[in-house]
Protein backbone atom coordinates (compact mmCIF):
# COMPACT_ATOMS: atom_id res chain seq x y z
CA UNK A 1 0.00 0.00 0.00
CA UNK A 2 0.69 3.24 -0.63
CA UNK A 3 -0.74 6.25 0.72
CA UNK A 4 -0.14 10.03 -0.94
CA UNK A 5 -1.07 13.09 0.54
CA UNK A 6 -0.93 16.41 -1.63
CA UNK A 7 -0.69 19.90 -0.27
CA UNK A 8 0.57 22.94 -1.55
CA UNK A 9 -2.70 24.48 -3.35
CA UNK A 10 -4.47 27.82 -2.46
CA UNK A 11 -5.63 30.88 -4.25
CA UNK A 12 -2.91 32.75 -6.58
CA UNK A 13 -3.57 35.45 -9.29
CA UNK A 14 -3.47 34.76 -13.01
CA UNK A 15 0.34 34.50 -13.69
CA UNK A 16 1.22 33.21 -10.61
CA UNK A 17 3.32 30.14 -9.28
CA UNK A 18 2.39 27.30 -7.18
CA UNK A 19 4.24 24.30 -5.91
CA UNK A 20 2.23 21.28 -5.04
CA UNK A 21 3.86 18.57 -3.13
CA UNK A 22 2.85 14.82 -2.69
CA UNK A 23 4.29 12.67 0.13
CA UNK A 24 3.96 8.99 0.26
CA UNK A 25 4.22 7.08 2.85
CA UNK A 26 3.48 2.94 3.33
CA UNK A 27 6.16 1.72 1.03
CA UNK A 28 8.23 3.63 -1.40
CA UNK A 29 7.33 5.27 -4.86
CA UNK A 30 10.42 4.64 -6.47
CA UNK A 31 8.89 1.83 -8.73
CA UNK A 32 6.00 3.51 -9.51
CA UNK A 33 4.98 5.77 -12.42
CA UNK A 34 3.41 8.88 -10.89
CA UNK A 35 1.08 11.13 -11.71
CA UNK A 36 -0.82 14.40 -11.43
CA UNK A 37 -4.16 14.88 -12.40
CA UNK A 38 -6.46 17.60 -11.66
CA UNK A 39 -10.49 18.07 -11.95
CA UNK A 40 -12.63 21.41 -12.75
CA UNK A 41 -16.25 21.58 -11.43
CA UNK A 42 -18.51 19.35 -13.65
CA UNK A 43 -15.29 18.06 -15.61
CA UNK A 44 -13.83 14.78 -15.94
CA UNK A 45 -10.70 13.82 -14.26
CA UNK A 46 -7.64 14.70 -16.67
CA UNK A 47 -3.64 14.02 -17.11
CA UNK A 48 -1.63 16.96 -16.64
CA UNK A 49 1.60 15.14 -15.99
CA UNK A 50 3.05 11.57 -15.95
CA UNK A 51 6.43 10.36 -15.34
CA UNK A 52 7.60 7.13 -15.57
CA UNK A 53 10.01 5.25 -13.75
CA UNK A 54 12.61 5.13 -16.42
CA UNK A 55 12.56 9.17 -15.93
CA UNK A 56 10.46 9.80 -19.12
CA UNK A 57 7.74 12.65 -18.77
CA UNK A 58 4.52 13.96 -20.69
CA UNK A 59 2.37 16.60 -19.95
CA UNK A 60 -0.61 18.03 -21.46
CA UNK A 61 -0.69 20.26 -24.33
CA UNK A 62 -2.61 22.86 -21.92
CA UNK A 63 0.71 23.05 -19.12
CA UNK A 64 3.39 22.26 -21.30
CA UNK A 65 6.01 24.87 -20.82
CA UNK A 66 4.46 26.11 -17.65
CA UNK A 67 4.63 23.06 -15.29
CA UNK A 68 7.06 21.30 -14.06
CA UNK A 69 6.94 17.61 -12.48
CA UNK A 70 10.13 16.36 -10.10
CA UNK A 71 10.41 13.70 -8.03
CA UNK A 72 12.67 13.13 -4.94
CA UNK A 73 12.88 9.51 -4.71
CA UNK A 74 15.18 9.77 -1.66
CA UNK A 75 12.33 11.56 0.25
CA UNK A 76 9.07 9.61 -1.43
CA UNK A 77 7.79 12.94 -2.80
CA UNK A 78 6.92 14.46 -5.97
CA UNK A 79 6.38 18.06 -7.16
CA UNK A 80 4.49 19.96 -9.41
CA UNK A 81 5.62 23.34 -10.21
CA UNK A 82 3.13 25.64 -11.91
CA UNK A 83 3.90 29.02 -13.10
CA UNK A 84 2.12 31.46 -15.57
CA UNK A 85 -0.92 29.95 -13.65
CA UNK A 86 -4.27 30.88 -15.60
CA UNK A 87 -8.22 30.81 -14.11
CA UNK A 88 -8.94 28.08 -16.55
CA UNK A 89 -6.30 26.04 -14.56
CA UNK A 90 -8.62 25.87 -11.97
CA UNK A 91 -9.22 22.53 -10.21
CA UNK A 92 -8.75 19.89 -7.69
CA UNK A 93 -5.37 18.40 -8.18
CA UNK A 94 -4.47 15.03 -7.34
CA UNK A 95 -1.27 12.97 -7.31
CA UNK A 96 -1.62 9.34 -8.24
CA UNK A 97 0.87 6.29 -8.52
CA UNK A 98 0.86 3.74 -11.18
CA UNK A 99 2.51 0.02 -11.43
CA UNK A 100 2.93 0.46 -15.17
CA UNK A 101 6.14 1.33 -16.30
CA UNK A 102 5.66 1.38 -20.12
CA UNK A 103 5.31 4.96 -21.75
CA UNK A 104 2.34 3.45 -23.43
CA UNK A 105 -0.04 3.25 -20.06
CA UNK A 106 -0.48 5.42 -17.25
CA UNK A 107 -2.14 8.07 -19.52
CA UNK A 108 -5.68 6.98 -18.25
CA UNK A 109 -6.79 7.67 -14.75
CA UNK A 110 -7.67 3.84 -14.34
CA UNK A 111 -4.17 2.95 -14.81
CA UNK A 112 -3.27 4.43 -11.30
CA UNK A 113 -3.70 2.23 -7.89
CA UNK A 114 -2.82 4.89 -5.31
CA UNK A 115 -4.52 8.35 -5.48
CA UNK A 116 -4.12 11.05 -2.78
CA UNK A 117 -7.26 13.20 -1.41
CA UNK A 118 -6.41 16.38 -3.47
CA UNK A 119 -5.85 19.74 -3.27
CA UNK A 120 -7.36 22.59 -4.07
CA UNK A 121 -5.69 25.16 -7.09
CA UNK A 122 -7.77 28.46 -7.50
CA UNK A 123 -6.35 30.90 -10.00
CA UNK A 124 -8.37 34.39 -9.85
CA UNK A 125 -8.26 37.09 -12.91
Known amino acids: QVQLVESGGGLVQAGGSLRLSCAAS????????LGWFRQAPGKERELVVV???????YYADSVRGRFTISRDNAKNTVYLQMNSLKPEDTAVYYC???????????????????WGQGTQVTVSS
Open 96 to 114: AASPFTSSTRAYDPHDYTY
Open 26 to 33: GRTFSPYT
Open 51 to 57: NWRGGST
